[in-house]
């Protein structure tokens, strides 16, 4: 996995792969992060459309072709602890390429019953937070929860089974999506993926003949005072 713990910080990889002079830059991401790691990626992508790639990015959406999120919303937690979600924090373009799968594809198998709990839990979870933050102990609280949020919100989307969606599904097969816009288009590539499917995808381009030509470490969240 992309994603390393190194002086107290938590980092992600930018990976460069190179082949026959086409070049494909896998920005790895966390949904959750500093506003400066935004800046980053920000910077990265405006440099990157100068020199006429094209951008790609994870983003699951539904008929209506809205990205829309699964799993439980810590968003308002990383907010309450000066952490910024992808949505606040990329500025998206107009003319990006969405490479992941469907809404549909994704569900197959996957009970509303279940997704409606997790929405629930999340709610609920989202205010026990806040009302600790909130308190007392909210400085000594805050500075755990954002050590642990990029974490958690790793972890709780790849166990087997995870809300019901196959881990096959997760993983492997929006890592052959990614693959395969990379391999749809002439043009070199950028592409914005959450640090877990870097070695996925990776994996297929070294495959295909790209090697690996250069490597950019860059901290999700750093330490607190």
Known sequence: ?????????????TQVFAKNGRKVVLCGVMHIAEPSFWGYVNELVKGAEARGHEIQYEGVKNDMGRIVHLGPNIGPIAEAVGLQGQHDGLKYGTDWVCSDIKLTELLQGVSTEKLAKVEA???????TFKDILAGP????????????????????????GTF?????VILGRRNASAYEAIKSTPKNVTTIWGAAHLPGIGKMLRA???????????????PTA
């Open 1 to 13: 996995m992309s994603i390393r713990r190194t002086k107290g910080s938590l980092q992600v990889e």
């Open 121 to 127: 839990d999340s709610v609920e979870t989202s205010k």
């Open 164 to 168: 019901g969606i196959r881990r096959s």
């Open 137 to 160: 102990e909210g400085k000594s609280a805050a500075k755990f929860v954002r050590w642990v949020l990029g974490y958690v919100h790793i972890l709780s989307k790849f166990p087997s």
């Open 208 to 222: 295909d003949g790209y090697k690996l030509s250069g490597s950019t470490w860059v901290t999700v969240v750093g």
